[in-house]
């Protein structure tokens, strides 16, 4: 499994942003997606995760309302829709995923990583 993350950049407070994580290697069936983000000084924290085979989600409390977890069979990419950011929500972030079928939130879970990709809110 070989994670690549795209999509961060600068946005205003309220706006939105897509965060696109795709794996070059194979196909993501019987993985559970998950995204985290490092802000600084802060540890790296799960936002949320997406079982690939039936789409079954998991939000952190602070996201939920606000951020949505999808996959796309076709392009075999898991995207990350960020709206109504705020500039608590500024971090690196970073794609991952875990074999078998439970959603978690330990990082520790999770057995491969992408690359982070920034995202800047301000305010």
């Known amino acids: 499994v070989q994670l690549q993350a795209s999509g961060g950049g600068l946005v205003q407070a309220g706006g939105s942003l897509r965060l696109s994580c795709a794996d070059s290697?194979?196909?993501?069936?019987?993985?559970?997606m998950g995204w985290f983000r490092q802000a600084p000084g802060k540890d790296r924290e799960f936002v949320s995760a997406?079982?690939?085979?039936?789409?079954?989600?998991y939000y952190v409390d602070s996201v939920k309302g606000r951020f949505t977890i999808s996959r796309d069979y076709a392009k075999n990419t898991v995207t990350l829709q960020m709206n109504s950011l705020k500039p608590e929500d500024t971090a690196v972030y970073y794609c991952?995923?875990?074999?078998?079928?439970?959603?978690?939130?330990?990082?520790?879970?999770?057995?491969?990583w992408g690359q982070g990709t920034q995202v800047t809110v301000s305010s």
């Open positions: 991952a995923a875990r074999r078998g079928s439970l959603l978690l939130r330990p990082e520790t879970e999770y057995d491969y």
């Open positions: 290697g194979r196909t993501l069936s019987n993985l559970v």
């Open positions: 997406i079982r690939w085979d039936d789409g079954t989600t």
